[in-house]
Each structure stands twice: as C-alpha cells, then as structure tokens.
C-alpha cells in the first residue's frame, strides 16, 4: 500500500461547474490531490468522471470554478494547457498508432532532432529504452505496436505520457482490458510514480483494485462530490451507498408487470462457452421474463449475447429454442429463430449514420418488405413512421439522417430497426449507455411493455438501478462464469448486486 | 430554418453546376462548333462506353470498393468477341461469350476481396495488367477486324431514330442502374455495407455476397463496354479501354458518391461522364493539343471534387 503521501496539494479545484445545454453535468465540484498520492475517483455513469478529466486535460472548459496547480491559478483552456501544466491523460481508447514502434509513439509530435529536422533515432531509442526499464516494462523500443497485446499498449500508453515531464497523471479505467499479470505490472508502475512524485488521478468501477491502489477515495454521484476520505477509513459499503445515494430517480422503481411471466422457457442454455471470455454458462429465459446480466466490464456479459446472436462462435454448450435443440452459427440463424440483438456501441455496429432513419429501420428486414428484391416502398415508410410513432423517435422526419439525432433517439432507431423483425427474445447490451434520462426511461418503459406481451428480453447493464427497475432475476457474472443468480423478490438493495459484481 | 441554401447539398449536385458551366461556356466561345447536332451526338457516342461504367461503378464505389480492372477487361473482351465473331459469326454466342469472360473476371476480383481480405485496390491493379497481358499475348498485339456488318450496328454505328444507338445503350444502362440503386434490396445493401460493413454484418447483410455482386456487375458492364468499343470501330483490339479506369472513377466522384462508401449517385455519374465528355471535345474544338487537354482536364477534375468535399466539410456536424 502507499506509503504517507506528502500533503503538499499539486492540484486543488474549486467550485468548478459544467453545463451542457442547461443540463448541469458536474454542480459546485471540489476536489484536491497530493504530491505522490493515488487518489481514485469513483461513481456510476453520469457521476461527472469523465466530464471532471475533461476538464483538466483542457478538452471541455469549465463554466465557472478555479484549478491549482502548486498553489498557482492555472487557466487551463486546450490540451496543450494541460500538458504545459503537467497534466496528462492515459486515455481508455488508446490512441497510440499501430503502424509505428513503440519508440515512435512514445515520441510522437516532440521528436527530438539534430540540426533542426534530422531525427535523432539514436537517442529516442535510448531514451524509451531507458524509460521502459525504469519502468519495468519488458519492451523493444522498435517493436511495432500492432504486434502487442492490449495491455502492452497500455503500457507504452503509459510510457507516452511520461515522456514528457507529467506530474499528474490521470488514469481512466486503465485495467479494463488488462491481463491479472499485466495488473500486477501496472500497480508496481504506479508504485514506481509515486516514489518519484508523481500524483495520479485512477478512475475505475473495480473495487477491489481502487481499495488495493488508492491513498484516498473521492466519491462522485449525479455531478455532486459525496465524500472525498482515506482509503484506510472506508469499506465497500460506504462507497457504494455513496455511489447510490437515497434518492433513486422514478423511472428505475420497479412497477409490477403488466402480465406474470409464463412458466415455459423459451431459450435453455447448457454450459455455453466462448473461448475463455464465457465459462460454462446454464441458464433458462422464460416467455415474457426479464433476465438482467449484471456484471463489470470485461465479465463475459457482452460476449455472452454475442454468442447467442451468432456473432460468436461456441466452444462447447447448447442452445435450445422453443424446446428445440438449435445451432447458432450466424446471424441469419439468430434473425431465423427470432433472436436480435441491440449492440452495446451504436455507432459502430448499430447504424449507419450516414444514413436515414428510415434506411437505418427497415435494414434488417429489407427483403421481407420486397418482391423479387423491388423494395415495396410504402411499405417501408407505413413501417417506419409507426417505429417513430411508437418508440416516440424525435427525428422531424424519416429521412433525417441518424448522424443528426441525439443519443436517445439514436438508440430508439436501433431498437426499432430490431423490432421490425419481429424479435421474440430481444437481446439488449447496455441499451441506455450515453442516453438522456428522458430517453432512459422511455426505454425502461419500452422494456417492460415489450415484454408484456408475452415476449423475452435479456438486458446486460452497468446501471444497477436499472437492472432492478426491469429485471425479474438478476444474473450476476463474473470472469465469464455466472456467481450469483436473484430473483427479483430476493433482492433487497442495489448494494446486494454492487457487492456481488464486485465479488 | 430550412432555407434553400443550408438544405442545398454542394457535393451531391457540383457536377450539375458544372455541366452547366462548361455547356454555356463552350458555347460562347466555340459557337456552333459545339453545339451543333452533329457535335453533340458525337459526344455522346464517345462517352457511352464511360458513362455505362460509370453506372457500375457507383455501386462497386458505394460498397466501399474500387476496380481498377475494367479498362483491361474492356480490351480483352472486345478481342474475344472479334475472335468469336471471325470464327462462328454467331452474333449472339459472341456476345455471350465476351459478356460472360466479364462477369467471371469480375466476381473473381470480388472473391478474392473477400475471401484473401486483400483491398480492392490491389486485387483489382493485378487484374489488370493479367488481363492486359493476357488481351496483348492472344493476338500478338494486333488488331482484329469485325465483318460482321449487323453487330458494327447494333454495337456501335447503329442509330435509333436518329439518336446513335451507343447513347441508347447508355440510357438503357442508367435506367437500369436507377431502379437497382433506389428501388431494390440491392441497391440499399450495397448502400449499407459501404456505410458501416459492420453494422450491415449486425444486421444480417450478407456483406460477402454483396460486394460480389457489385464486382461481378462491374466486370459485365466492362465487357460491355468492349463490346461498344469493337462495335464502333468495327475490331476488338488490345488498346481499347486504355486509362477508362481512371476517367470512370473521376466521372463518379464528380457525380457525387463518396469515394469512402455509403453513398451513391447514379444519375450524377452519367452526368460526371458526359461532363468529361463535353469538356475533351470543347478543349480539342478549341484546339488545343493532347498536352494542354490533359492538363486541363486534371485541373478540372481537382477542382470539381475538392469543391464537393468542401461541400461535405460545411454540412452539419455530428454530434457525439
């Protein structure tokens, strides 16, 4: 564990808020970090992490509020702001360029130079080499970094922002597609950093890790700071009661279902496994259930509906259909027994945002709404203009392009277009991820009529208020074997399944 | 809100502007030299074999593709069918025959793009200069002539109330490459995967199939285009088609479908083809030599498609 952080702030922010379009992303936010302290940042999506990072690596500007650094009033407008303050980011989609070695990257846009232009390869492989062994990372500077693992590239990630001088580094989820060894790697980096000074700002939903690595805790809920404490004097518990708060908004009460769900199952899966990412996993959807997969990310959860939409193949398991033994090698198969699927990332395998609403719609079933593949056009439009009607898709018109939509109305598009396939067991991978909580409970509510009539919904989300608002059991996963299994009437708390995901 | 001018898309409709453009300006300038009947209908009988692949083009570009191939496929192609036609004189097995060599070569190019995963670009450059070589080897370079009196007219000197049957043939083909493109299964296929090949995947596109297809149409109409080409001028010989892989690509750009996919423009590829057209003949009515048309000529392709992309840069952004 870290040793006593030196209590001389590096950084302190005050009363710093963020608005995006009247919505109020982070109220009156304080928070401050010690030379050579790991100080994590936790709270549930929309907690205002993400929007506080932005801030201080200068990508978002604050509405009002001031940011220290060393005691002094640093305006921080552009990255570069941040950077010539010490401030850099590790980002979690990693933008490092896989063509180039890891010496490149590392030194990418500060090269050093002779005479003014001549590359100096000598000495910036020297310097990487110098920088990955002080580091402890295993690596030859000329490497190309398409021929790494995800977490290598972390690392040299890592690397990059330390080549120049950083004093703050902030970390966000760094560990989600990390190895257990590579972890272990990471944390004795992060050990190393702090020996040296540097203060790192470690955002992560993993407890266990956060409780491991952190000096404080700084809880965030609904863009308000909670607690901000020391580690040593917390337990699980108050952090997520913290996380939680009291308040729990309308939509994610349950609300008794419309029509009990049918004793029959419609889909029986039997030891289904997907290489290592899902591990033996048995379980029955009954006709008009709401099956809710709660688990963190990297847990299998996704991969998991993968397998059942054929976009996955299985290595060992069953599947059966309305009591029929099925075979789900490909997506046609799926669509074949009524199986769809909304993906967890819209944008990039749920629409074509280049395209109309209308085009988006009507993909899926193209040749069903066909003669001879002539399209039936009024067809498509009655069909469409009802998916708007009926999912309340704020588009203007079919034809607007879905590049044009917000987020909620993006997602409604996306469930649309798989309703008009006529799903009776409707997959959904984190269907509220970077929606409104307008459109949040619009979705909700459409979950629950959905399956009013008699149909079947597994719902993977991160959001536990929601899961417990929907859910008539919950599964909890983890490691890709399922831990737990609650039902609805078992489960008294949203801590119950916060602990549970944790393990 | 909407006024005429943020809903007025720059990229999709640049090449109408400069149609209009270059017509008015030629006129002016050339006077009746240009736009006399005769000169006219002669354009339209130079671009007919480009504005044909241009049509098939669209759809290869709009799946995120590219053939590189069909100018070669052209050559061969009208060699076949003059060797054909010299040897059994059967009009329609020639035909055949030379149409069916195109459609083979066409949908090996989309099966090897799919099934080696090598880009379009590199599979369809080898195949050209396979083909090439190939049109080059079996005749040892030279022309072969066509007698073949009814199928010169039919192909290529023909006239159908006085229109020339190559600009028959050419509206035959956009017709067709209309109602493919806005009014099937197909055409919004083809659309999808070359918007998001993934989330066409998700949506149970057969992704594989479709860009078959687009090369296979492809290497058909450049089979065709052969044929127009040996009709015309009464041989099959290997120099046909020379560079019309190039011009058919610029022609589709300037019509306004997105070199990365996901968009297509028929009617504007036939449009860009008749574009380049006008503007070849008024630079060689004005007489200018093949150096000083060329170099127009890439000017104005420059200047027409970097004025669409600008007009992508100012519509509205994504959010994100």
């Known amino acids: 564990m870290g040793q006593p952080a030196a209590t001389q702030p590096v950084l302190q922010l005050e009363g710093v808020s963020k608005s995006f379009g009247g919505v109020k992303a982070l109220h009156d936010m304080h928070f401050d970090l010690r030379k050579g302290e790991v100080h994590a940042l936790v709270g549930g999506n929309g907690a205002g992490k993400s929007t506080l990072m932005k801030i201080l690596n200068g990508v978002y500007q604050r509405d009002s509020g001031t940011i220290r650094i060393n005691g002094q009033v640093a305006n921080i407008q552009t990255p570069n702001d941040a950077m010539a303050n010490g401030v850099r980011m590790v980002f979690q989609e990693l933008s490092l360029i896989p063509t180039l070695t890891v010496m490149e990257n590392v030194f990418l846009n500060h090269e050093e130079v002779n005479w003014r232009f001549l590359l100096d390869k000598k000495a910036m492989v020297r310097r990487t080499r110098e920088l990955l062994e002080e580091l402890g990372i295993d690596l030859d500077p000329n490497q190309k970094v398409s021929t790494l693992s995800v977490g290598y590239c972390q690392l040299v990630e890592i690397a990059k922002s330390l080549s120049v001088q950083a004093s703050i580094l902030i970390m966000d989820e760094p560990t989600a597609s990390l190895t257990a060894a590579e972890t272990t790697l990471l944390f004795n980096i992060i050990e190393l950093l702090k020996a040296k000074g540097v203060s790192i700002i470690y955002i992560s939903h993993r407890m266990k890790e956060i409780f491991e690595i952190a000096d404080r805790i700084t809880v965030l809920k609904d863009g308000r700071w909670v607690l901000t404490e020391k580690t040593a004097d917390l337990d699980l518990g108050r952090v997520i009661d913290g996380m939680i708060g009291k308040a729990v908004e309308k939509a994610f009460e349950w609300k008794d279902r419309a029509k009990p769900v049918i004793d029959e199952p419609i889909l029986e899966v039997r030891g289904l496994s997907q290489d290592d990412m899902v591990r033996d996993v048995s379980f029955d959807l009954k006709k008009g259930e709401v099956l809710g997969i709660a688990g963190l990310m990297g847990s299998g959860r996704t991969e998991l509906l993968e397998a059942l939409f054929g976009l996955r193949r299985i290595s060992a398991g069953s599947i059966r259909v309305r009591g029929k033994d099925t075979s789900i090698s490909g997506i046609s198969d799926a669509l074949a027994n009524k199986i769809a699927l909304v993906p967890e990332d819209r944008r990039r395998s749920g629409l074509i945002l280049i395209h109309s609403v209308r085009d988006n719609a009507a993909l899926p079933v193209l040749s069903r709404l066909s003669r001879l593949g002539v399209l039936d056009k009024p067809r498509i439009s009655g069909m469409v203009t009802a998916n708007i009607r009926d999912l309340a898709i704020k588009a203007g018109s079919a034809s607007r392009l879905v590049s044009l939509l917000s987020g909620g109305n993006q997602q409604k598009v996306v469930i649309a277009k798989w309703l008009n396939t006529a799903p009776d067991i409707l997959l959904l991978d984190e269907p509220t991820a970077g929606v409104d909580v307008g459109s949040k409970g619009e979705i909700i509510d459409f979950i629950r009529s959905f399956t009013a009539t008699g149909k079947s919904v597994i719902l993977v989300s991160s959001e536990i208020a929601e899961l417990l608002a929907v859910s008539d059991r919950i599964l909890v996963l983890n490691e890709g074997r399922i831990t737990r299994e609650l039902m609805r009437e078992a489960i008294s708390t949203e801590e119950e399944i916060q602990f549970a995901i944790q393990k | ?320």
């Open chain 2, 1 to 320: 809100m909407h006024n005429l001018l943020t809903r007025f898309d720059l990229a999709k409709n640049i090449v109408y502007i400069a149609f209009f453009i270059a017509i008015i300006f030629f006129a002016i300038t050339l006077g009746d030299r240009f736009y006399s009947i005769t000169n006219i209908l002669n354009i339209t009988r130079q671009t007919a074999m480009i504005s044909i692949m241009a049509v098939t083009m669209t759809f290869v570009i709009s799946t995120g593709q590219i053939d590189l191939s069909i100018g070669s496929i052209a050559a061969l192609a009208s060699l076949i069918v003059a060797l054909m036609l010299q040897s059994t004189e059967n009009i329609a097995l020639s035909v055949f025959v030379g149409l069916g060599f195109g459609m083979v070569t066409g949908a090996l190019n989309g099966i090897l793009i799919t099934a080696l995963g090598v880009p379009a670009f590199l599979v369809t450059l080898g195949m050209m200069g396979i083909i090439k070589g190939l049109a080059m080897w079996i005749t040892a370079t030279t022309a072969i002539p066509i007698r073949v009196d009814d199928y010169n007219t039919i192909f290529g000197l023909g006239t159908v109330f006085g229109i020339p049957i190559l600009f028959v043939w050419t509206l035959v083909a956009l017709a067709i490459g209309l109602f493919v493109m806005n009014y099937t299964t197909f055409g919004k296929k083809a659309l999808a995967v070359g918007g998001n090949e993934v989330a066409a995947r998700y949506s149970g596109v057969n992704v594989r199939n479709i860009k078959i297809i687009a090369m296979t149409m492809s290497g058909f109409t450049a089979a065709f285009a052969g044929i127009l080409y040996s009709g015309r001028m009464q041989a099959g010989r290997f120099t046909f088609g020379e560079g019309d892989e190039l011009t058919v690509i610029a022609a589709v750009i300037l019509g306004g479908t997105s070199l990365f996919g996901g968009t297509a423009n028929v009617f504007g590829a036939v449009v860009g083809s008749l574009l380049i057209g006008i503007i070849n003949n008024g630079l060689i009515l004005g007489g200018l030599t093949v150096s000083q048309q060329m170099m127009v000529r890439g000017v104005i392709v420059i200047l027409a498609t970097a004025l669409g992309t600008r007009g992508r840069f100012f519509r509205k952004k994504t959010p994100s």
